[in-house]
C-alpha cells in the first residue's frame, strides 16, 4: 500500500547554506525516483528525477543522489534561498507503471 | 510544463452533503488521472486511479461508493464526495501524467 507518514521532520538550515534532504524508499524494484516540493496549501512540484541506471543527477541548484545497496535517495540544494522554504516528498515508482509511492516528507525551513 | 487544475480550490460543506472536484489537464490529454488525499503534515496517500472511459480503481480502505470518480473524458476527472462528514475534511490532489507525472494544486474539503 501507500506510505502514510505520521510526523513531518524538519531540516532547518541558514540561508545560503547547502541542504541535505534524505529518503528511505520501499521497493526494491522501484527504477524511478522523483523529488517534489510541496508549499503550504498548493499541490507537490516537481523538482528532480533519476532512473535507477544512475546514481547522481544534477540540475539547477539540486542535485539528486541514489544509492540503490541500501534503498536512500537524498535531495542537495546548492545555496538554500528562503523561497527553498517546503515540504519535501521523495516518490518511488516502477517504469511503465502509474503508481507512485510517496515518502514521509521533510519540512525544510530557511533561516535568514 | 503541462498543466493540471482543479476547481474549486477551497470549499466549506455541510456534514451529509455532497461535494464534487473536478480536475482538468489544461493542455495535453490525460488516459489516466489520479486522487490524492492529504492530511495535516502528513504524505500523500493515493485514493484511486481514474482511467477514461472505464472505472476507477481504487486502493484499498478507500470506500468506492463514497468517493466516486468519473473521468468522462481526456481531460477531465471528477471526484464526488458523497455524505461527507467532518473526517472527510482534507487537502484532495489530483495528478496526471503526460510525460511525467504532474499535479493539481489542490482541493481544501472542510465539512462543519
Known amino acids: 500500500g501507500e506510505s502514510v507518514g505520521l510526523h513531518l521532520p524538519t531540516l532547518s538550515v541558514q540561508e545560503g547554506d547547502n541542504s541535505i534532504i534524505n529518503c528511505a524508499y520501499s521497493n526494491s524494484a522501484s527504477d524511478y525516483f522523483i523529488w517534489y516540493k510541496q508549499e503550504s496549501g498548493k499541490g507537490p512540484q516537481f523538482i528532480i528525477d533519476i532512473r535507477s541506471n544512475m546514481d547522481k543527477r544534477q540540475g539547477q541548484r539540486v542535485t539528486v543522489l541514489l544509492n540503490k545497496t541500501v534503498k536512500h535517495l537524498s535531495l542537495q540544494i546548492a545555496a538554500t534561498q528562503p523561497g527553498d522554504s517546503a515540504v519535501y516528498f521523495c516518490?518511488?515508482?516502477?517504469?511503465?507503471?502509474?503508481?507512485?509511492?510517496f515518502g514521509t516528507g521533510t519540512r525544510l525551513k530557511v533561516l535568514a | 510544463g503541462a498543466v493540471v487544475s482543479q476547481h474549486p480550490s477551497w470549499v466549506i460543506c455541510k456534514s451529509g452533503t455532497s461535494v464534487k472536484i473536478e480536475c482538468r489537464s489544461l493542455?495535453?490529454?490525460?488516459?489516466?488521472m489520479f486522487w490524492y488525499r492529504q492530511f495535516p503534515k502528513q504524505s500523500l496517500m493515493l485514493m484511486a486511479t481514474?482511467?477514461?472511459?472505464?472505472?476507477?480503481?481504487?486502493e484499498q480502505g478507500v470506500e468506492k461508493d463514497k468517493f466516486l470518480i468519473n473521468h468522462a473524458s481526456l481531460t477531465l476527472s471528477t471526484l464526488t464526495v458523497t455524505s461527507a462528514h467532518p473526517e472527510d475534511s482534507s487537502f484532495y490532489i489530483c495528478?496526471?501524467?503526460?510525460?511525467?507525472?504532474?499535479f493539481g494544486p489542490g482541493t481544501r474539503l472542510t465539512v462543519t
Open positions: 481514474s482511467n477514461e472511459g472505464s472505472k476507477a480503481t481504487y
Open positions: 516518490a518511488e515508482n516502477i517504469l511503465g507503471t502509474y503508481k507512485y509511492i
Open positions: 495528478s496526471a501524467a503526460d510525460r511525467q507525472k504532474y
Open positions: 493542455d495535453f490529454q490525460a488516459t489516466t
